[in-house]
């Protein structure tokens, strides 16, 4: 864990026994989803331990915190749980359908994105519901993620297109009420 002010390094979170895939935070925790099928959750504060999440059967490859503050994990398993803010109690399991979740992202709204390796976004318009729609953005790659942008819109792109078709990566931008694309374009990794 880095300051955003300095840039000083101020923790490194050891615990997980494979590779970390996913990160989120809120306010005052660091959670990390791992190959280890795990979620663990860090203090902010001093880097500590706090709990580890237990539930799904496969990679943790997505994590997301909700307006509420509650998190959302996405697994290879096909689901996505949620964990309650305050002391990580398991809310409910949401079934994708999908051969496996690699994105997620929650609009302000309390509308969950869900991006399935099979290419297609599910959207939960109220958790719990079976209320949903799906949509395709785009490849079909594993590679491609999903979130929401500070304009309220859903950004998806893939950083694992051939270097010599594309110079770096493409993106999709959609309106979330209608989903209708509102920009196509292929871009070039800038690192800042």
Known sequence: VWSGLDGIHLHTLVGHTSNVLALASSCDKVYSGSNDTTIRVWSVTDGAHLKTLNGHTAVVC????????????????GTVREWHRNDGTHLQTLQSGTAGVNSLAVGQDGRLFVRGYCGTVLVWRSMGSASRCTFSPGSSTSGTQICLSAAGTLVSWNFELDEDTYPGYWEDEFMVDDFTRIRKGVGIFQIW
């Open 62 to 77: 997505a994590l997301a915190v909700g307006p509420n503050g509650n998190l959302f994990s996405g697994s290879v398993d």
